[in-house]
């Protein structure tokens, strides 16, 4: 009777219900079709805009951002409604019916907020397509879904074509003042030197540093070498931390415990006493501070062996400054003479064109073109990379050259390299514009993970699909086709030579926050009082460890991406409700204590990457069916994650220190997507469902095991053979009683990366056929057979680590014509060895040399090792030890920059370093 009861009171309602938003669907499915079509016109507004120079451009560009600000609405409002539908019941049995009646009584306001919010989006426009006449775009808008979805612009040669492979960057102009800088780094006095370089924005500062910080002639004059990047808004505590950490690295040993804790004192106590016995060069770049030298003086100790502190600066008072307490030296760069100006430019623009196919006549123009840019590397590099992607046409580089000759009204300098870096940006094309501007979202000199940012772009949805490609290889080419540009920086690199890590220059920077600001494409709020919320918000990005940013943001604001950088450690309980159409959420640089308790409601987010302390994670994670990326590594410890999460079937990459899928056991395999997987931890019962399960991931490309028992080696043998896309694997046993014995009838054939470290009874011989195995490493095999002739055919290694603790030979021969692409190679725990050959023509790439061994003599052959950079001998006999100070050992060594020998006496390690 009750049910009867209340079936009949809501009669009405629902027939208003239904009248009302009788038409929702057909209007819903009309507004996605209006979304496309302003995305498609969108994708050159914003260059027609800029190109507008007469008194209508400011009303062009009101009207396009009202344009965008309308494809912001439309994209909440399609979102909004998917939440919506997702949570109507579904059961259509008769006890459903009281519960569909409570959900629509609970959600009738939201569906009526949804309806109304259509038809204002569709009368607003309506209204903003009556003004697209009078700025003559109507004819463009109507007909900019055919003419711009996904088209890219032919002219362009496609620098994505070329190899994915980052070269060294072209220096040029820069010989007389790097040889410079060197004499006062190596021939200098003995007292601690300051080194100042000094020089406008986009001068190259930055580049000439790196270029003598890494040269053979500093690698093996000091012990200790740190590179420091300073922001403009450093605080000392963070940067005399980043000192020590880097310190610590280069030495080789553990930073000191509580390091996070300490005040400036203590860190300053640490860092003096890191660098107390070590003849040390710091390089201070892009400091801004007049007073910079008084936060770091006291750290660094002088103590009179004739350690050096370089620092690149555009202020010379920084100089000044640092007259009164130490010993100093300036140099003053010098913009490019015209013809090293053409040089560069000739590097970079033709950098495609190694064939010569183009009209001569462009040269002219180039000389015109060059000349507009008074020497400054920056602006040169750029243009080059921009044009370096246009055929090589009179026609198509005239227009470019009037262009610049109307953009460029006054002289170069810092007015005209902004307008210079715009060009740059309005010349790229679409799908690459919003994937710069994304490095906006990013801290002051922030080093970006190639991989992280990527995988961004695919869930911000920039990443397009082409044919034959991943989304992943799509998203790596965007990343090299804007190095190739000169607009992103390589800061790191992979052994492949791929980018590991990069970032923007910072008068780069300045162009992408003010484009981020006019086209509402990131806002921030940081400690320096830097919080602009005013319009729609679409990426937030918070840099400070201060609660009272939620003051600022509780806020209806239509946030879809969420990047926290710092450490607050209350950031715990969960996000606010507001945030419910996130697609983003970056905390891996923000530690949490737990999960957001409210994590199921975001069920748009594909990429979450969160470092928190709890060992758990919440069955609601398996709400977020739309999740690509899951990246938990920040916690150390093993998590167990629940059943729930086998439901993330578009998850790609899971990634965590030591994963637990035994609840998994049963749906592992359901999760066809998957391309990374790491690290999962096997040291448990049950695992053998979950092994068996990996083998139906049949797009698995990256796959770390640890712990991993000989009982399973024929399970995962069977799963790893059915991995055909299987790029990089890992297999970690650490403990003693363990073998690794894989039989992979067919081994992946894309493999580069295989690192077994466990008890290997034997070499297996289908690592032979790996003919694409970049890195290899074998830990603690117990075969006693030469693992040189096994290895040698594997002739595209670059990175060779053998760990050989039951080799009974006593001597490792590398014959002429082996390991032709080596670059480094580590041979340790020999316990039998006692010679190491190297004839000429073996390994003539070699750059880094490691032996952990007690060798009794220098390895025979050292010295056809011509490009070798560094040597370390680590454990000799201290006999060995002694003799390394003869003329011989430095007749032998003199090609390495530097070379370290240490031995064990006493039970004390013993280090000996040439220099």
């Known amino acids: 009777m009750a049910v009867s009861f209340a079936i009949d009171q809501l009669l009405p309602l629902l027939t208003q219900e239904v009248n009302l938003l009788k038409g929702v669907p057909k209007e819903f499915e009309d507004i996605k079709d209006e979304f496309e079509s302003i995305q498609a016109f969108l994708k050159d507004a914003d260059r027609r805009a800029a190109a507008d120079g007469d008194n209508t451009s400011e009303g062009v560009k009101t009207w396009v951002k009202q344009l965008r600000v309308a494809a912001f609405r439309i994209e909440d409002i399609i979102d909004d409604y998917l939440i919506h539908v997702g949570q109507q019941p579904r059961d259509p049995g008769c006890v459903a019916v009281f519960d569909k009646i409570t959900h629509l009584l609970k959600t009738m306001t939201r569906r009526h907020r949804i309806a109304a919010e259509i038809q204002d989006i569709k009368s607003s426009v309506r209204r903003i397509k009556e003004r697209s006449d009078k700025y003559g775009f109507q004819r463009s808008f109507e007909q900019g879904t055919s003419n711009s979805r996904g088209s890219r612009n032919t002219k362009w040669h496609d620098p994505r074509k070329a190899a994915l492979y980052v070269e060294e960057a072209e220096v040029v102009g820069f010989e007389a003042p790097r040889k410079r800088l060197i004499d006062w780094m190596v021939q200098g006095r003995k007292e601690r030197t300051v080194v100042f370089v000094v020089g406008m924005g986009g001068q190259g500062k930055t580049t000439l540093a790196k270029k003598v910080f890494d040269s053979k002639d500093i690698i093996g004059h000091f012990d200790c070498r740190v590179w420091i990047t300073v922001s403009q808004s450093y605080n000392a505590e963070g940067l005399l931390r980043d000192m020590l950490l880097k310190i610590c690295k280069q030495k080789g040993v553990k930073s000191p415990e509580g390091i996070s804790q300490m005040n400036r004192e203590s860190l300053t106590n640490e860092v003096r006493n890191y660098l107390q016995e070590s003849k040390y060069i710091v390089v201070f770049d892009d400091v801004w501070n007049e007073l910079f030298w008084d936060d770091v003086e006291s750290a660094a100790i002088d103590s009179k062996n004739g350690s050096k502190i ?17 010993f100093i030296e300036v140099l003053e760069l010098q913009t490019l003479t015209p013809e090293q100006s053409l040089e560069l430019f000739n590097k970079k623009a033709f ?13 002219g123009i180039a000389n015109e073109i060059v000349k507009k840019c008074n020497g400054l590397p920056l602006a040169i590099v750029a243009i080059g990379g921009l044009l ?46 919003s994937c710069l501007l994304y490095f906006g979202v990013y801290p002051e000199d922030y080093e970006v993970k190639s991989k992280r940012v990527t995988r961004k772009w695919i869930a911000e949805g920039f990443v397009k699909e082409e044919k034959g490609k991943t989304m992943e290889e799509v998203a790596e080419g965007y990343l090299t086709e804007l190095i190739h540009r000169s607009l992103v920086q ?21 162009m992408i926050l003010q484009k981020n600001e006019d086209f509402n494409f990131c806002k921030h709020i940081s400690d320096d009082g830097q919080i602009s919320l005013s319009g729609i918000v679409r990426r937030l990005s918070i840099t400070t460890i201060d609660n009272a940013f939620w003051e600022c943001i509780d806020q209806p604001h239509h946030v879809r991406s969420l990047f926290c950088f710092g450490n607050n450690e209350s950031f715990t309980t969960e996000i606010p409700t507001k945030y419910k159409l996130l697609k983003v959420l970056d905390l891996e640089d923000y530690f949490m204590g737990d999960f957001p308790d409210n994590l199921g409601n975001f069920i748009h987010l594909k990429y979450l990457s969160i470092m928190i302390a709890s060992e758990e994670v919440p069955k609601s994670i398996g709400m977020l069916q739309n999740l690509e990326t899951l990246d938990i590594s920040g916690q150390q410890c093993a998590i167990e994650l629940p059943k729930e999460i086998s439901k993330l079937r578009k998850l790609k990459h899971l990634i965590g220190h030591a994963l637990s899928l035994i609840q998994l056991k049963d749906g592992i395999g359901e999760m066809k997507s998957l391309q990374t997987l790491r690290t999962v931890y096997f040291n448990m019962d049950g695992a053998a469902e979950v092994i068996k399960g990996l083998g139906k991931l049949k797009q698995m490309k990256d796959l770390v095991l640890l712990d991993f028992r000989e009982e399973y080696e024929s399970i995962l043998s069977s799963s790893i053979n059915e991995m055909l896309h299987l790029e990089k694997l890992k297999v970690d046993n650490i403990p003693d009683d363990n073998f690794i014995c894989l039989n992979l009838i067919s081994p992946p054939p894309m493999l580069q990366k295989l690192i077994l470290r466990g008890k290997i009874k034997e070499f297996p011989e289908w690592m032979l056929d790996l ?20 290895l040698k055919s594997l002739q595209h290694l670059l990175s060779l680590f053998l760990e050989l603790g039951k080799y009974e030979g006593l001597k490792l021969h590398f014959q002429d014509g082996w390991f032709q692409k080596l670059k480094e190679l580590e041979v340790s725990d020999c316990i039998e060895l006692r010679e190491i050959i190297i004839d000429k023509g073996s390994m003539p790439s070699l750059k880094k040399f490691t032996i952990h061994m007690n060798l009794r003599n220098t390895p025979t052959g050292i010295q056809h090792l011509k490009n070798l950079e560094e040597l370390s001998i680590v454990g000799v006999e201290e006999e060995f030890g002694e003799r390394s100070s003869t003329e011989d050992w430095n007749w032998i060594m003199e090609h390495v920059p530097l070379v370290t020998i240490s031995c064990r006496y006493m039970g004390m390690e013993i280090k000996k370093s040439r220099s």
């Not at 055929?391 to 109307?406: A, C, I, T, Y």
């Open 310 to 326: 370089l620092i690149t600066t555009r202020n010379m008072d920084v100089a000044v400054s640092c007259k009164k307490s130490s």
């Open 490 to 510: 390589v800061s790191s690199l992979r052994i492949d030579g791929k980018a590991k890590g990069c970032r923007v220059h910072d008068l780069i920077r300045d």
């Open 388 to 433: 370096s992607t246009r055929e090589k046409k009179v026609s198509e580089w005239k227009s470019f050259r009037d262009n610049l000759n109307l953009e460029l009204k006054t002289d170069i300098h810092l007015i005209g390299i902004k307008e210079i870096l715009a060009l740059s940006y309005d010349d790229l094309p679409y799908y690459l514009k």
């Open 771 to 790: 003919q694409n195995l970049t890195v290899l490493r074998l830990v603690w095999p117990h075969s006693v057979k030469d693992p040189l002739h096994s």
């Open 351 to 363: 950098k495609f064109d190694n064939d010569g196919c183009f009209q001569k006549e462009v040269i």
